[in-house]
């Protein structure tokens, strides 16, 4: 399997879409998810690149997070910007990884995309709570290139 287009079948993605929606009812925050085939650069560079092409460093509070997967590479990145990278621990990103990584060793891409997007959700509730006031800044579906 090495086409994104056969990553995750269109029910996986609407459940990912469910999943990015419910993390996002209790925070400010903004989390995406992009899929490639490959990227010919560094992984943490091309996931910066794609942050960016994504206007995803435009949210208000800074709170976005990007995660990035590569299908050929069997690689992937979240990317968090710099107001909830401020506000977390250093290792939250490394335990966030950890937990997608065991649900992708076992082939089970959907879970491990799911249990991260909770995970960061969890994360940006408690550092930037949803407000009574707040839009979503950005779009919820899953991008690819």
Request: no cysteine.
């Amino acid at each position: 399997m090495s086409k994104v287009e056969d990553f995750l079948t269109a029910q996986e993605e609407q459940e990912i879409i469910a999943a990015i929606r419910k993390a996002e009812q209790r925070t400010s925050g903004e989390i995406r998810i992009h899929i490639e085939k490959t990227s010919k650069i560094d992984a943490i560079d091309r996931a910066m690149d794609v942050f960016h092409l994504l206007k995803m460093d435009n949210t208000k509070l800074q709170n976005g997070v990007l995660i990035y997967v590569t299908v050929e590479d069997r690689n992937f990145v979240i990317f968090g910007d710099k107001g909830i990278n401020d506000a977390v621990e250093t290792n939250f990103w490394d335990s966030t990884k950890d937990i997608m990584q065991k649900h992708f060793k076992s082939g089970n891409f959907k879970q491990g995309l799911i249990e991260g997007v909770l995970k960061a959700g969890e994360q940006l509730e408690k550092h930037f709570p949803w407000q009574h006031n707040d839009t979503n800044e950005l779009p919820n579906e899953i991008s690819k290139g």
